[in-house]
């Protein structure tokens, strides 16, 4: 084995001049205590917020490879949006607890509810993503799905009172509009009906509107697809085209009995 010809191969194949993954794990740091700082009583927000200033002078550090782009104004909007989106969370735990019956309290919704975390996040990744900051708002969210299984991408747009339960396996695509009062159950999808690089700048995900409740597994594509107001989706539903206000959806499956004669 020729170990210096093999480090020289493997030199030559990185190709990726920025791929540093602190960037990642910096990223996860500065989440974590984002969270711990708007949520947990023992954590002091006036000296967390300094500390996390100079987290995400960090990010910016590692994650603006272009040094035209002003990164390092983007913390200051950040923070002054802070309590903006700690309402909107707050109304979102409260949908949860008063749509769930099994929620026993609101400190349980912030601590162990899946759905929540992974909206917190969103909502917390979806203001740099509007910002314009780069990578860190889906390394944010991707962090959240790998801990609950919720794929919420940052630059969807999602109103408020947001309920999603159980959550494992939801999916919710970059042009998504969601709007208010809206309740998702586990396995839900809100995709594109095709997946082509050209398609980038075109809103390829559905728009759910108010008051409206998704039940589990069912997928919903397309960008020109609206769930009117006030509709149900029915569990298993598969919705390519829009559906009018105050509509119930559901799938009918099909169900043969087996008998001793055509067993």
Known sequence: MDKEKIIE?????????YLDYRLKEETEAFTN???????DVNTPVAENLDILEEKFNELVNLACWDLNKPCTKVW????????SILEKLNLDAEAILNCDPASLSIQEIYMAYPGFYAIAI???AHELYAQGFPLVPRLMTEYAHR?????INPGAQIGKSFFIDHATGVVIGETAVIHDNVKIYQGVTLGALYVAKNL???KRHPTIMSNVTIYANA???????????????????WLTESVPANSTVFHTPEIKIKTVSNV
């Open 219 to 237: 997928t919903i594509l397309g960008g020109e697809t609206v769930i009117g107001e006030n509709s149900v989706i029915g569990g298993n539903a």
């Open 76 to 83: 200051d909007n950040y923070v002054a949006s802070l309590p």
């Open 122 to 124: 969103y909502r917390l």
């Open 33 to 39: 205590m984002l969270f711990h700082t708007l949520f």
């Open 147 to 151: 801990q609950t299984g919720v794929d």
């Open 9 to 17: 191969e493997l030199k030559r194949h990185k190709k990726q001049p």
């Open 200 to 202: 980038q700048k075109i």
